[in-house]
């Protein structure tokens, strides 16, 4: 008999599985999403992100830094009711540099290589989303929240 999967389990498999996400920020009482690539730190304690700095999204980061990020799986078909999983995680985005700028980026190019030329501009910048928390909803209505420990 097989065990239900816990929680942490179903993000583990999620976060990757997919590699785009759509990222919520807000500025002046106006919510704005992006679909962006993503990648997902090893203990999901963050997200890794890139963006131009010119952009309205960067921008809406720099006014407010609680973001929302959205992850699905859903195929477009009658059975996503009951077979589905969506996650939001909610935290707070940081531009990063340095040597921990490299890393993440390393990290995120294992996922995404053909974004090289992208990463690596100097108007590119690398993004992490501490996530304080995922919500995970599957099976339709069965909502359950993983608090992360920083």
């Known amino acids: 008999m097989n065990s239900p999967e816990t929680v942490e389990q179903v993000l583990q498999r999620l976060l990757e599985a997919q590699k785009y996400a759509v990222l919520a920020t ?10 962006m690539a993503f990648a997902a730190t090893g203990d999901l304690k963050a997200l ?4 131009e700095r010119g952009t309205h999204k960067y921008a809406n980061l720099m006014a407010n830094r609680r973001v929302a990020v959205f992850v699905d799986n859903r195929e477009n078909v009658g059975s996503d009711t009951q077979q589905a999983v969506a996650i939001t995680a909610l935290g707070d985005a940081e531009e990063v540099a340095g040597d921990a700028c490299v890393c993440l980026r390393d ?3 294992v996922r995404h290589p053909y974004l090289a030329e992208f990463a690596t501009s100097p108007s ?27």
């Open 26 to 35: 807000e500025k002046g009482g106006q919510p704005y999403t992006s679909l």
């Open 107 to 109: 990290a995120y190019l």
């Open 124 to 150: 590119c910048a690398l993004l992490r989303v501490r996530v304080r928390s995922y919500i995970v909803v599957r099976h339709f209505q069965e909502v359950e929240e993983w608090c992360v420990e920083h």
């Open 48 to 51: 890794i992100l890139l963006t």
